[in-house]
């Protein structure tokens, strides 16, 4: 079983999806869990599920706001003490549209939360990892970030760009104990992908899948445990596959 005993996490996009699977899981595994998310509403719904099964506190934190990151990490830090995990899960993506139709406001919207936002929570939470000389890093980039979706530019973009920063990162602190790594899902049953996602593109995607199924949020978060625990200590920059064989490279 993973162990995050006597570790403090905070996880991006908590309120729902990947990020709340994670938090639940993380729970369980023992550590002291703060969830950050935009959303003051599903900050609220997150609460009210997981506070009463274990060390959990919410903030509501919009992640392309750098001034609203080191104020919750200041936060946190004053009130917990030590941060020593960060899950980066916090993302949104658009309806998949042509490049004559994508406007730049969207362009930057996605790039603001899926790729800034990974940037500036390991700006202000990293440095505290390193002095301490232990952490942990996990950014659930996509496969999209690897192979590009059509119609969804800005998207892929943002997670080849947090691919990027995974590697640079991972390889820049991994002498100080801090280990920086990534995941990149395929197709998964989130709130955020069933309510923007082309039905064609998802059937072409899982018609790619070997496993032949979504992948489970169970699953992933038990992924993110283990890579966020004591037990995996010598990968550091690299982008884990979660996309059911579809990957192959």
């Known amino acids: 079983m993973t162990q995050l005993q006597g570790k403090t996490a905070v996880v991006t996009g908590g309120g729902s999806g990947v990020g709340l699977a994670v938090a639940m ?27 009463p099964h274990g060390a959990v506190s919410t903030a509501a934190v919009d992640v392309a706001d750098y001034g609203a990151v080191r104020d919750a990490a ?10 020593d995990v960060l899950v980066n899960s ?37 440095p505290g990892m390193i002095t301490r000389g232990w952490g942990r890093v996990i950014n659930i980039a996509s496969m999209a970030g ?8 800005a998207y892929s973009a943002a997670k080849a760009g947090v691919i990027g920063l995974t590697k640079a990162l991972g390889k820049e602190v991994a002498s100080s104990g801090v280990l920086v790594n990534a995941i990149a899902p395929g197709i998964l049953e989130t709130p955020m992908r069933t309510s923007t996602a082309d039905p064609d593109l998802v059937k072409h995607l899982m018609a790619r899948t070997p496993i032949g199924r979504p992948g489970q949020l169970a699953e ?17 920059g690299f982008t884990y596959d979660f996309s059911g064989g579809r990957a192959t490279y």
């Open 25 to 51: 899981r993380m729970l369980g595994a023992g550590a002291q869990v703060e969830i950050w998310d935009r959303s003051e509403e599903l900050v609220k719904e997150a609460w009210s599920r997981l506070g």
């Open 220 to 236: 992933l978060a038990e992924l993110v445990a283990w890579i966020a625990s004591s037990a995996s200590s010598y990968t550091a």
């Open 90 to 126: 916090a993302g949104v993506t658009c309806p998949p549209m042509s490049i004559a139709d994508y406007d730049v406001e969207t362009w930057h919207k996605v790039l603001n939360v899926d790729l800034s936002g990974v940037f500036y929570c390991c700006r202000v939470l990293v």
């Open 146 to 153: 690897k192979e590009g979706n059509p119609g969804e530019t």
């Open 74 to 83: 200041a936060d946190i830090e004053t009130r917990l003490g030590t941060v």
